[in-house]
């Protein structure tokens, strides 16, 4: 399954990573970078042969979207992508006391996804991720 | 709609320069083969031969990942790892410690392939001036991954050609191997990519 991600915003407008003509044709592709996250209010991940959402993320203030397409290629020329979407927030947590909590949803090439709550050091494929600097709190 | 990525070997020429970057999905399958030459050719000459009282080894392979196309904003966050599974008594294959300097301005990690052809290559610890050390491939998994650092700018890949730091590999085969081809492994790249 292929997927496209499109970024909805507050005032219902939106900005696909990939807009087609009439005809079904892409005729632009736009980049993580375009989002303009001071008026960003949901994150979609799109099933392309569809154009369907299958994920959509609702954010709330002081949450930042993280989006990546993890990939895992071998020597063989076989290829495996996951898409990671979700969102990051410090919370205060006592008169002083800071905390992050993120809310991660992996989606796998079969369409299932899997939800986690933080990464996850070492694991195959909740291993954490270098974040951009639009994604840092 | 995606960056398009290759496995990527360099061999020849001289230290700093070598003389091709080779694409391994050009290649066979298999598409990768350790001898005792250092060219990128595909086929049984020049093997690894085993020897009574002798430690034999392949010419090392500077290999690494590089953009070869496509449209997305960068890839960093790379690692390596393999299947965890040997080939078997006196046979192993060894990844340098260090990750050497690769990029689209320069490539002074580089160290042509030495040795004997048809007989051994040099040890990449005591021939290979950036080594120091060398672990067994089968050590990284998916689970204990080994980092690949990028020395292009931002240490990050945002343009066809950009490509990770070299990680150097090389066989070793003992008296206590057995002959003949050795089944393909399966080695990843595993990367992020927006």
New interface residues.
């Given amino acids: 399954m292929g997927f496209y991600w499109r970024a909805i915003y507050k005032d219902g407008s939106q900005l696909s990573q990939i807009e087609k003509n009439e005809k079904g044709e892409t005729v632009k592709e736009n980049l993580y970078p375009d989002i303009d996250r001071s008026r960003l209010t949901e994150f979609h991940l799109i099933y392309s042969a569809r154009d369907i959402p299958i994920v959509k993320i609702h954010l709330r203030p002081g949450q930042k979207l993280i989006a990546r397409r993890r990939t895992w290629n071998d020597w063989h020329g076989n290829s495996t992508v996951v898409w990671l979407i979700g969102w990051h927030q410090t919370i205060k947590v006592g008169w002083w006391k800071k905390r992050n909590i993120q809310m991660l949803a992996f989606v796998f090439p079969d369409g299932h996804i899997e939800i986690v709550d933080r990464f996850y050091k070492d694991h195959p494929v909740f291993d954490p991720l270098e974040k951009m600097r639009p994604e840092e709190l | 709609?995606?960056a398009t990525?290759a496995?990527f070997f360099d061999f020849g020429g001289s230290d700093g320069t070598p003389g091709t970057q080779q694409d391994?999905?050009a290649l066979g399958?298999p598409?990768?083969r350790f001898k005792t030459n250092d060219d990128a050719t595909i086929d049984n000459v020049d093997p690894v031969p085993i020897i009574s009282g002798q430690t034999k080894r392949s010419y090392w392979k500077h290999v690494y990942?590089r953009v070869t196309g496509g449209?997305?904003?960068?890839i960093?966050?790379v690692?390596f790892y393999t299947d965890g599974t040997s080939w078997g008594t006196g046979i192993s294959a060894y990844i340098g410690d260090e990750n050497l300097t690769n990029n689209q301005g320069s490539q002074a990690g580089y160290e042509v392939g030495d040795g004997t052809p048809g007989d051994t290559g040099v040890e990449m610890v005591t021939g290979h001036t950036g080594i120091t050390a060398r672990t067994d491939t089968t050590t990284y998994t998916?689970?204990?991954?080994r980092d690949i650092t990028i020395s292009e700018p931002g240490a990050i890949l945002d343009a066809s050609g950009d490509r990770t730091n070299y990680v150097v590999i090389q066989l070793e085969v003992l008296d206590t191997a057995s002959p003949g081809n050795l089944d393909?492994r399966?080695?990843?790249?595993?990367?992020?990519?927006?």
């Fill in positions: 709609m995606a990525v496995w391994v999905s399958p598409r990768m990942l449209t997305f904003t960068q960093d966050n690692k998916s689970g204990a991954v393909d399966t080695w990843t790249f595993r990367y992020d990519e927006i």
